[in-house]
């Protein structure tokens, strides 16, 4: 069964660090790729996404994610870390033959310390 | 344009009542999928809507029903609650045959059973 998973439940970090967040996935193929963002009491607002191409793709907010087929990995990154950007952030899934179904991680909280 | 909206915000209910829930897909999206996130864990799929038809299930009870009206809009129902259907309920909404697969959410309910 395909399955996602964000090995880090926390993470802190500095304001004006860099930030990294892991996702793995196990699917038979390459998936679609997405990395979610979702603030307390709010949906979730897309923050990038990966079909095919460029393995580097760059999304809202200075976030961008590299795609690692070997690896079956997508992890976000981003330079600088600014306070705005503490969240839980979900990493999703999906496939064609699967149609709107995405499968999410357990996500990621990310506190930012002043 | 309006985004993907989702009423009630909130809303209690006691164990073996039934439930109602709204959604009113973004402008232009005629394909409308349930999601349950229960506190801590990533969006879970439960059904997608296309054409008033259920077109694609996940792993949820019967006592899990859906609806969608000639206008797009949609209606999650669930019956004879239990306390572990305590969730966030998001709604997402995509034109159908989009190749992007991307999924724009709702805000979500916020489902609490006592």
């Known amino acids: 069964a395909q399955s996602v998973t964000q090995p880090d439940i926390h993470i802190t970090v500095s304001e004006g660090a860099s930030l990294e967040l892991r996702c793995n996935y196990s699917y038979g193929a390459t998936p679609y790729l997405f990395w979610y963002v979702q603030s307390p009491g709010q949906g979730l607002q897309l923050l990038l996404k990966y079909f095919s191409g460029d393995t580097l793709v760059q999304g809202i907010k200075g976030f961008e994610a590299e795609f690692k087929r070997s690896q079956s990995s997508f992890n976000l990154r981003k330079p600088s870390v600014h306070w705005s950007d503490a969240a839980e952030y979900f990493c999703a899934v999906g496939r064609m033959e699967y149609g709107n179904k995405l499968v999410f991680g357990a996500g990621t909280i990310l506190r930012v310390k002043s | 344009d309006a985004g993907v909206t989702q009423s009630p915000t909130h809303l209690i209910k006691t164990r073996g009542q039934q439930v109602t829930l709204r959604c009113s897909p973004k402008?232009?999206?005629?394909?409308v999928s349930w999601y349950q996130q229960a506190l801590g864990q990533g969006p879970q799929f439960i059904f997608q809507y296309y054409e008033e038809e259920e077109r694609q299930r996940g792993n949820f009870p019967d006592r899990f029903s859906g609806h969608q009206f000639p206008n797009y809009s949609s209606e999650l129902n669930v019956n004879a609650l239990l306390l572990g259907d305590s969730a966030l309920y998001l709604c997402?909404?995509?034109?159908?045959?989009?190749?992007?697969?991307?999924?724009?959410f709702g805000p979500g309910t916020r489902l609490t059973v006592t």
């Open positions: 997402a909404s995509r034109p159908f045959g989009d190749s992007s697969y991307e999924q724009y």
């Open positions: 402008s232009g999206h005629d394909t």
